[in-house]
T-cell receptor
Framework: GAVVSQHPSRVICKSGTSVKIECRSL??????MFWYRQFPKQSLMLMATSNEGSKATYEQGVEKDKFLINHASLTLSTLTVTSAHPEDSSFYICSARGVLAVTDTQYFGPGTRLTVL | RKEVEQDPGPFNVPEGATVAFNCTYS??????FFWYRQDCRKEPKLLMS?????NEDGRFTAQLNRASQYISLLIRDSKLSDSATYLCVVKGDSNYQLIWGAGTKLIIKP
């Protein structure tokens, strides 16, 4: 089956620093990648949708200047949390949809747990 | 009203019992429906898609009622390994966006 990796799996950083999270589709090409955030005991919340080679589409309430998304290739998307604050601490999950996908299936990465001190 | 609503649980169920989850969605134009399972501190994994005619996969049965905008998941002969949070997911209008329910936590007890 399709495999999506994320790196790092866990990161702890100081307030004010920036953190980059990578999402890679390992055995397929992904035209579309999605970035989600999940707070404890809450649902996944879509932050943004990124298409290879174009600007990401952000959901309402998500600051595009704070959460920078780059989808430079068909196998890699990155999310950079700039000037992180403790309220940004969350579980960040990416998912990818394949180029040849005929269904709505998204393949999820294992997630990145961000803790901002 | 939330777009996708689920009973948060937790459901505490003895091993071997049958358990049912319900989910309602608000957008009558929704076309695709899924059940995902999420273990603690892990990413969600697709359990099964939900088809109009209903579908079964081993001990799992999913049903869709479009008139009532209601989706269900039935787990028979529950196992300890079924303990997880079950997420109801509905495809949104555009760009393959998935709308997620908050999930129902299931705890299977020996």
């Amino acid at each position: 089956g399709a495999v999506v990796s994320q790196h790092p799996s866990r990161v702890i950083c100081k307030s004010g620093t920036s953190v980059k999270i990578e999402c890679r589709s390992l055995d397929f090409q992904a035209t579309t990648m999605f970035w989600y955030r999940q707070f404890p005991k809450q649902s996944l919340m879509l932050m943004a949708t990124s298409n290879e080679g174009s600007k990401a589409t952000y959901e309402q309430g998500v600051e595009k200047d704070k959460f920078l998304i780059n989808h430079a290739s068909l196998t890699l998307s990155t999310l950079t949390v700039t000037s992180a604050h403790p309220e940004d601490s969350s579980f960040y999950i990416c998912s990818a949809r394949g180029v040849l996908a005929v269904t709505d299936t998204q393949y999820f990465g294992p997630g990145t747990r961000l803790t901002v001190l | 009203r939330k777009e996708v609503e689920q009973d948060p649980g937790p459901f505490n169920v003895p091993e071997g019992a049958t358990v049912a989850f319900n989910c309602t969605y608000s957008n009558s134009a929704s076309q695709s429906f899924f059940w995902y399972r999420q273990d603690c501190r892990k990413e969600p994994k697709l359990l099964m898609s939900v088809y109009s005619s209903g579908n079964e996969d081993g001990r799992f049965t999913a049903q869709l009622n479009r008139a009532s905008q209601y989706i269900s998941l039935l787990i028979r002969d529950s196992k300890l390994s079924d303990s997880a949070t079950y997420l109801c997911v509905v495809k949104g209008d555009s760009n393959y966006q998935l709308i997620w329910g908050a999930g129902t936590k299931l705890i299977i007890k020996p």
